[in-house]
């Protein structure tokens, strides 16, 4: 059988991740890697889950083992409107706004499907969050990409792009504009207080819907929490994203969508045919843990271990690129990322094979881009890693700029 032939226009364009094909070294002996952004395992309360695992499992089998709702369990969706009052002062969050999903990447994928199609008009800011950019890309759709600067989006663009687009025709074709806006994946960085109002005065003057992904606030080493986007713009005008994938366990698989009730009910419809429901078993453990623990106290010390990793790869950062004209990087307040940004005359993705000589890896900023477009960018990961191998790898990751660069005749 010749397959081509057979392939929709997707299944033509569909290709594999690219950090899943470059961390396939990662593991090589020897290796630091500053590429993948998951938890450091020793920050998971895998002695109290597994005690909730074997009683729910027991007690509530008749739940946990047998198929689930779409929209997920009611024990977990209390908890969670009480984590939303707690994490972000919302207070106004009914059953029928939320609904779980088997992690965030399904929840993005969801959206996509009820929102996005040939047509449409979605912006996503550069650097775009892979993962994101991948759901969306299944629809086919139309890219704007507006720049990130130190403190966010750079809404002066925005707004711009958008008078343009506007005066085109094209308003009936915006769908949303999709941002991380606390300690951004890839570039680190945190929209301040007053883009974040801006952003909605301008979301609003055009009709536009903010995706709000937060995977990362609770995640805060130093300052004040903002403000969501959710809490000032409320559900008619965001719909907020999280999971407890960085703040708990990945493994659990649990996303959620938190939205206007006829948008969630829109999820749930295209959820129906993804996978009719996901596990009600891992929904049930996680909402006794959210009954019996604190979860902000248990990432006391996990929060504490990122901030040092991180002050140790800033450290090394300063130490050894502050002497490479051009090269820019921010020292984020959260998260688990830092964006290294070399003169714009690097190409990071050609690097790589540099690096992977040295054993040391990074995600190049090609990545995280919608067209593969060239990049000087590079994403850091500090999660992972001890301190003496970030300490190691910077050094590492140095010697590889530096050989590039005269390779290429840049230093």
């Known amino acids: 059988m010749e397959l081509e032939s057979k392939l929709s226009e997707l299944g033509k364009n ?22 993948g952004g998951v938890p450091d395992p020793d920050t998971f309360p895998r002695h109290e889950l597994a005690q909730i695992a074997q009683e729910v499992t027991e007690k509530e089998y008749k739940y ?25 002062g919302i207070t106004d969050v009914s059953r029928d706004n939320i609904i779980f999903t088997t992690g965030s990447q399904q929840a993005l994928d969801l959206i996509a499907r009820i929102f996005l199609d040939k047509d449409s ?51 009936k074709n915006f769908r949303f504009l999709y941002t991380v806006p606390n300690f951004h994946n890839p570039a680190g960085v945190t929209m301040s207080l007053e883009k974040r109002k801006r952003l909605i005065e301008v979301c609003n003057k055009y ?18 929490s903002l403000p969501s986007l959710y809490s000032l713009g409320g559900p008619e005008r965001v ?22 009730a006829d948008i969630v009910r829109k999820v749930n419809m295209a959820k129906q045919g993804a996978d009719l429901c996901s596990p009600g078993l891992n929904q049930r453990i996680v909402a006794r843990y959210l009954e019996r623990y604190d979860i902000f106290a248990h990432l006391k010390p996990a929060i504490e271990l990122y901030r040092k990793k991180k002050d140790t790869m800033i450290k090394a950062l300063e130490e050894n690129f502050s002497d490479i004209e051009g090269t820019h990087w921010v020292n984020p307040t959260g998260g688990l990322f830092i ?14 094979d540099m690096a992977k000589e040295k054993k040391i890896y990074y995600i190049p900023g090609e990545a995280f881009t919608i067209d593969d477009s060239k990049s000087s960018s590079m994403r850091l990961s500090f999660c992972l890693p001890s301190e003496e191998q970030i300490i190691e790898g910077v050094e590492r990751l140095k010697k590889v700029v530096v050989e590039y660069g005269k390779k290429k005749g840049l230093i």
């Open 14 to 35: 569909l290709k594999s991740s690219l950090i899943r094909e470059l961390l396939k070294f990662a593991s090589l002996p020897g290796s630091i890697s500053f590429g």
């Open 64 to 88: 946990t083992l047998q198929y689930n709702t779409t929209e997920g369990d009611d024990e977990l969706a209390q908890q969670m409107i009480k984590l939303l009052e707690r994490t972000y």
């Open 121 to 171: 008009i979605c912006f996503v800011e550069y650097p775009v969050y892979l993962g994101a950019a991948s759901a969306f890309r299944m629809t086919l759709t139309q890219f704007e990409t507006i720049p990130l600067e130190d403190d966010g989006i750079n809404i002066d663009y925005f707004e711009k792009k958008l008078e343009e687009l506007d005066k085109e025709g094209k308003r």
């Open 207 to 224: 009709d536009i819907i903010i995706l709000e992904d937060d995977p990362y606030g609770a995640l805060r080493f130093e300052g004040e």
């Open 239 to 260: 719909v907020l994203l999280n999971t407890f994938s960085k703040i708990l366990t990945p493994g659990m698989r649990i996303g959620v969508i938190i939205g206007r």
């Open 339 to 352: 964006w290294l940004t070399l003169p714009e005359e690097f190409d990071t993705m050609e690097m790589f």
